[in-house]
């Protein structure tokens, strides 16, 4: 039988019917809470009435002293009620019971007002506390200005470069919450030893904020680039900040980063002579060029700029002066010469011949500052097992580069520094990134040695690499889209390691490990990428980050980087060792640094092709003893400072 039509009015009478009472009770209660203070008060006032009265009543009504009468029980419960609610309850006449209450709520309404106002101040005061508005008080320390992915970094690196000494502080300034940072440093910077964390809370670029920090008694301030692209005018706002609280005074040497180039000349004028900028586009895209032609280069650099390892120092022995540089290359047992510095100019891997003057100093890879003690290794040296010297002749290179971001441009610039006729860069992207024409752009100023392709597709689909011949490639370059705004740095990881996860497949089926080298934006990141440990990716942040600190500590070394990461003059190259000692030969590592001088170059360590994948140093050995004995295979590598 069918069911009979509820109208619409039938149905809401059975909505309404359905409405309880206690639903319109708490839709009343909601509605005059909704009214605001006065009602929240009398609500309160109400709630305590309803528990202190019968409370009272009861205490009265079982008190066998309690008067007999009801009038005067009456007035023992009124005394009792307004003692507990601070009412005065004096009893009496109207008139006076009246005003005994209003007395009493004057009296409770100064006492609340004052204890509020108490509080309140003590709270500002607190709070000012915590967001670190006093005056930084130290000496000698680092100052941080800034907040990005490089601050754990550089805090990470200042705090190992004052291991060894009695007292040291680093000192932040950011504009966040002083609780905020300190919480994250101690989480992903970890134990800091002797090491003082100070952190002030505010704008970088408020002159009088940034005296908090007392730069003037800084040994160095680092002034970091921002997580956002179009961050770098703060940078420039934040050094001509620096130099109002300073003043004509000399000051510490001060280390700033901007990721466009077209900052840098600002940059340099807003910090003055005391100040060193890096440019972190341009630094990133050399290294991945660097490390995309000779794999393991980022491993190698990794080890040379954290202070965990050995790194550059300035040495002075005045035994040495008159005598040339290359007979200085086997006068240090335990340190690696790599150069001179002459008249505050760096001289990387000059000509062997080179004489030492009396102000000059050597430039020198070695555990600290106080490691490099003359030993002379000439008779470690055994000319019978070194390779006679061939010079080896450039070929044409195929790179491949997938997904497109503003470094691009610059890597396939760096690439075309380096090409000879015949070299190809072909480009796999999504039109929203890049065009064709955009690509073809990058490489008309190396045309007609270097020619460059674009293909539009989703780097992330297997179809699209499959399509690809990338067996045929000499390496292969994945780099992360660009962050949208608002969108976390370490967001644009996600398609990097999806690309990768394709990557790694095409490797399974072809059983052929692809030359890959990586951009990433986030170190933690590494560690879930479906690669081999020592493989190369260039984490951008850090690099900047171990680049700041150590020219942080010498100023001298900007230069020195500045021409490792240049596409002319000396770099850092890993060649075969079989071009400096005959494979299957046991031989010193002195013989590898007398084998590589005869040929212009300063050996500084060398890479283990049986520990390429072992964890932490992937078998990259830099400034080995000159006396260690190993058998060379023709699968290592050497590590030198050269000519390209």
Not at 2 to 20: C, W
Not at 195 to 217: F, Q, Y
Not at 569 to 593: D, I, K, N, W
């Amino acid at each position: 039988m069918a069911a009979a039509a509820v109208t619409p009015a039938e149905q809401g009478a059975g909505v309404a019917r359905r409405v309880s009472l206690a639903d319109r009770a708490r839709y009343w209660f909601d509605t005059t809470l909704a009214r605001g203070t006065p009602a929240l008060v009398g609500w309160l006032a109400l709630g305590c009435l309803v528990v202190v009265f019968p409370a009272s009543a009861v205490l009265v009504w079982t008190d066998p002293h309690a008067p007999a009468s009801h009038s005067g029980r009456l007035a023992a419960i009124w005394r009792l009620t307004g003692e507990t609610l601070r009412l005065g309850g004096a009893t009496g006449p109207l008139v006076h019971v009246l005003l005994s209450v209003l007395l009493a709520l004057v009296a409770l309404v100064y006492v609340s007002t004052l204890v509020g106002l108490i509080t309140t101040g003590l709270t500002e005061r607190l709070t000012a506390l915590r967001r670190g508005h006093s005056t930084v008080i130290e000496q000698g320390h680092a100052v941080v200005l800034g907040w990005s992915e490089q601050v754990f970094t550089v805090v990470s690196e200042l705090v190992a470069a004052n291991a060894n000494q009695r007292y040291g502080s680093v000192a932040v300034l950011a504009d966040r919450d002083k609780t905020t940072m300190e919480e994250a440093l101690s989480r992903k910077v970890g134990t800091t030893g002797r090491t003082r964390l100070v952190c002030r809370s505010g704008p970088p670029t408020d002159p009088d904020l940034l005296a908090l920090t007392n730069p003037g008694e800084a040994s160095a301030v680092l002034v970091l680039p921002q997580d956002d692209p179009s961050g770098d005018p703060e940078v420039v706002k934040t050094l001509l900040a620096l130099r109002s609280a300073l003043g004509e005074e000399v000051g510490p040497p001060v280390v700033a980063a901007v990721r466009d180039d077209q900052y840098r000349l600002a940059a340099s004028i807003a910090a003055g002579p005391r100040g060193i900028v890096l440019v972190s586009d341009a630094i990133t895209a050399r290294l991945i060029v660097q490390s995309a032609r000779r794999p393991g280069l980022s491993l190698v650099y990794r080890d040379l700029l954290d202070f965990a390892g050995d790194e550059f120092y300035l040495a002075f022995d005045p035994a040495l002066t008159g005598r040339s540089f290359g007979d200085t290359l086997l006068a240090f047992a335990t340190s690696s010469v790599v150069g001179l510095l002459r008249d505050g100019r760096p001289l990387l891997n000059p000509p062997p011949r080179t004489l030492i003057g009396p102000r000059d100093r050597l430039i020198v890879i070695t555990r600290d500052d106080d490691t490099a003690r003359r030993s002379d290794c000439s008779g470690l040296v055994d000319e019978s097992v070194m390779t006679p010297w061939q010079l080896a002749s450039a070929r044409p290179e195929r790179v491949l580069i997938l997904g497109w971001n503003r470094r691009a441009s610059l890597v396939v610039g760096q690439f075309g520094r380096y090409a000879v006729h015949g070299s190809v860069i072909a480009v796999v992207a999504d039109r929203k990134e890049v065009t064709a024409e955009e690509v073809q752009q990058t490489g008309t100023d190396f045309a007609p040695r270097l020619t460059t392709t674009f293909r539009p597709g989703d780097v992330t689909r297997p179809e699209t690499l499959r399509s690809l011949e990338i067996d045929s490639y000499d390496s292969i370059v994945v780099l992360g889209p660009d962050p949208l705004p608002g969108q976390q740095p370490n967001e644009a990881d996600n398609r990097t390691l999806v690309t990768l996860l394709v990557l790694h497949l095409l490797e399974q089926e072809n059983g052929r490990e692809l030359p890959v080298v990586t951009e990433m934006t986030d170190d933690r990141n590494r560690t879930l990428a479906p690669i081999s440990p020592g493989a190369d990716v260039i984490i951008s942040a850090k690099l900047v980050g171990l680049l700041m600190a150590q020219i942080s500590q010498n100023r001298h070394l900007a230069a020195v980087f500045e021409e490792l990461f240049s596409h002319t003059g000396s770099q850092v190259q890993l060649r075969p060792a079989a071009s400096y000692v005959l494979p299957g030969c046991e031989a010193s590592f002195a013989t590898v640094v007398a084998a590589a001088q005869q040929r212009g170059e300063c050996a500084i360590g060398y890479r283990c092709n049986d520990r390429a994948t072992a964890v932490p140093d992937h078998g990259v050995r830099i400034n080995p003893d000159k006396s260690e004995r190993r058998r060379w295979n023709e699968h290592d590598e050497v590590v030198v400072i050269t000519q390209d």
